[in-house]
């Protein structure tokens, strides 16, 4: 690289000189930098737009399902009852009275010592004989009582889990394995035996709770009147899509239990004011990055400034889409009839008070109207912002290609610029060292022609 001689010979600033010509030569890749940074801007807006619109794609297609409005709230007038409505409930109620709660078997083994007697044979084993006669045998890897209750929990197969009970402390303490069925029901009875079959000691020698059914009796003292018995204590499908879990029996001198499913308005609103409420976070996205900024100056003129997406075809053919998705009627039937509300601003808005009448009136039209639009917005957020395909997608992706060709030609002006400033500096550096020689030449001739002598 070559050096300067700054005023070697003339006496200039060539090094300023050069800063000055190279920022003339600079200005195509200075305004390249400012493009670049543009556009990169304009790239980082459009991302954070495209993924509000994804975001309404999402909603609105969750809106437009019909099993979105199968939302049933369901009710239990005792504690003793919890109820749970899925998609598929129906509106209505039923009463009944709770006989029985199901429980498992829990029995216990006499006392031991943990000193291997419990199954003293080598290799240890037990057996656990289920209500359907079924045999399970379980092999511990000792005859220790812990790893007796690891090998019956480790077991799957075996409908027992075991826990360890100190009973007697002191020196000598003993223990009982507590034996609990795994599900409740009579049908899901055990007994055990030491040994690889049924025909060695019984080991649960005491029963601390029987394992028992669940019973419901609907339309109690009537000559319908209905008994439900059952091993689980939750009723599935006991109404249309209901579930019911009992777990306390009805008293003699208790009301009966009460089941009701009504229609969760609560949840319908929360899902069209979602919606609405989408729209808006991308309507106003788009009006805030669009708004124009007018600003007065000292000399009593003003200046008028864009916004990021002021005048962008892609970003105003995404709002119209949308809009008109959201606001064109439904057959005769406007947005707001349900409450969806187009301010003059473009704003939307939603009016719980106009929905709530519509929904008591005719929840049918409400659905058929709101499912409608949101059909609409869905395939219309979903042309813009899809990954693949989306119209602002593909307008993002051809703006980081010209952001990655401007920072190619800008790394091009970099070497271009380098290169340059190396010849001007070659350059002066041979003027001033010219120039310093002519001078010694002039000296040298003045010194000559002082020398010469002088005639009258």
């Excluded at 025909?199 to 649960?204: E, H, P, Q, T």
């Excluded at 709530?356 to 009136?361: S, Y």
Aim: no cysteine; charged share 15%.
């Amino acid at each position: 690289m070559a050096m300067g001689i700054d005023g070697l010979a003339s006496g200039l600033d060539t090094t300023a000189l050069i800063n000055q010509l190279m920022q003339v030569e600079a200005m195509p890749q200075t305004l390249l930098k400012v493009k670049s940074s543009q556009t990169q801007s304009l790239v980082s807006g459009l991302q954070a737009l495209n993924t509000k619109i994804a975001s309404l794609a999402e909603v609105a297609a969750t809106t437009a399902k019909v099993e979105s409005w199968s939302t049933w709230k369901a009710a239990s007038s005792a504690s003793s009852a919890t109820v749970v409505a899925g998609s598929s409930a129906q509106a209505g109620s039923i009463s009944f009275s709770i006989d029985a709660v199901a429980t498992a078997q829990v029995s216990l083994t006499d006392a031991f010592l943990d000193d291997n007697t419990m199954l003293p044979a080598i290799p240890p084993a037990l057996t656990i004989k289920k209500f359907d006669g079924t045999l399970v045998t379980v092999n511990p890897t000792t005859g220790s009582l812990a790893d007796i209750a690891k090998a019956i929990n480790d077991d799957a197969t075996t409908g027992v889990k075991a826990t360890v009970v100190q009973v007697v402390g002191g020196a000598t303490p003993q223990y009982k394995l507590q034996l609990t069925g795994s599900s409740t029901g009579t049908d899901k009875t055990f007994e055990v035996y030491r040994g690889t079959d049924a025909s060695g000691l019984r080991l649960d020698t005491s029963q601390v709770t029987a394992a028992t059914n669940a019973e419901l009796t609907l339309w109690k003292g009537s000559a319908s009147e209905l008994v439900l018995n059952q091993s689980a204590n939750t009723f599935v499908g006991l109404m249309t899509g209901v579930d019911v879990t009992v777990s306390k029996v009805t008293g003699a001198t208790e009301d009966p239990v009460t089941i009701s499913v009504v229609r969760d308005d609560s949840a319908l609103k929360k899902l069209t004011s979602g919606l609405v409420g989408a729209l808006g976070v991308v309507f106003s996205e788009i009006a805030s990055r669009t708004a124009i900024t007018t600003k007065a100056n000292a000399d009593g003129t003003t200046t008028v400034t864009g916004g990021l997406f002021t005048g962008d075809s892609a970003v105003r053919a995404a709002n119209e889409l949308l809009l008109t998705a959201a606001s064109a009627p439904v057959g005769d039937d406007s947005p707001y009839a349900v409450g969806i509300e187009l301010g003059r601003d473009g704003s939307f808005t939603f009016d719980e008070v106009v929905f709530a009448a519509a929904l008591a009136a005719d929840p049918a039209k409400v659905q058929s109207i709101v499912t409608q639009i949101a059909a609409r917005v869905a395939e219309a957020a979903t042309s813009v912002s899809d990954k693949y395909e989306g119209t602002l997608t593909l307008k993002i992706t051809g703006q980081e290609s010209l952001v990655k060709d401007m920072g190619t030609q800008i790394e091009s002006w970099d070497r271009r610029l380098e290169l340059r400033r190396e010849g001007l500096q070659r350059t002066y550096s041979a003027l001033e060292v010219s120039m310093q020689s002519l001078q010694a030449q002039s000296s040298w001739l003045t010194s000559q022609l002082a020398n010469l002598p002088t005639y009258s």
